[in-house]
């Protein structure tokens, strides 16, 4: 059982270039999203759907696109990397908000 | 924006003591959730807190749900190494959003 898995671990980018960073879960998860972590400012969300065809903005959108096209995967896409976009990125799923989020493990993301 | 604010943000102390950490809101929630994560993974879920003064028990970890609905605590009782993590309180403000606190890093001192 996979659970949520995120590729890759690691990347590095320069400013301008544009990359996804996958997200699948296999729990039929109608719930997911996605979080950037900062330290100190613990987990962000940066968008979220809530089933196959919805995506709303959480709380940082600028900068990153989503589409939920299937219930298993939530790809994250950003357009033109810039610096401040260096972080770490999780994204979770649940079957709703009041049950645990089940988390990935992350993708290191680099921007120089 | 709805913020939840953890204390302390750092916490050292030695195997075998005791301490508390804060999660506290300027709004009412209805319930709250209490993570766990360590280094190179995603958090993962300890309790979830749904009724004011509820105190729930896990081994060592002690978590208390404030009466007015706008707070909670973790205590954990004779701390050890394997504590080590940074905890995070997650709060549902009524919205389609799970908001997360600042996080509380532990380390706990053989």
């Known amino acids: 059982n996979a659970g949520v898995t995120q590729t890759p671990k690691f990347q590095v980018l320069k400013t301008g270039q544009s990359m996804t960073l996958q997200c699948a879960q296999d729990m039929n998860h109608e719930y997911m999203s996605w979080y950037r972590q900062d330290p100190g400012m613990g987990l962000r969300l940066i968008h979220y759907s809530v089933g196959a065809g919805i995506t709303d903005q959480g709380e940082v959108p600028n900068g990153y696109n989503v589409s939920r096209s299937t219930t298993e995967d939530f790809p994250l896409r950003l357009l033109s990397a810039a610096p401040s976009q260096t972080s770490v990125y999780f994204c979770?799923?649940?079957?709703?908000?009041?049950?645990?989020?089940?988390f990935g493990n992350g993708t290191r993301l680099t921007v120089t | 924006t709805q913020l939840l604010e953890q204390s302390p943000q750092f916490l050292s102390i030695q195997e075998g003591e005791n301490l508390t950490v804060y999660c506290n809101s300027s709004s009412v929630f209805s319930s709250l959730q209490w993570y766990r994560q360590e280094p190179g993974e995603g958090p993962v879920l300890l309790v979830t807190v749904v009724t004011g003064g509820e105190v729930k028990k896990l081994k060592r970890l002690t978590f208390q749900f404030g009466d007015a609905r706008k707070d909670s605590s973790l205590h954990i009782t004779a701390a050890q190494p394997g504590d080590t993590g940074l905890y995070l309180c997650a709060v549902n403000f009524g919205n389609e959003k799970l908001t997360f606190g600042t996080g509380t890093r532990l380390t706990i001192i053989p």
């Open positions: 979770a799923s649940t079957g709703q908000l009041s049950s645990p989020l089940h």
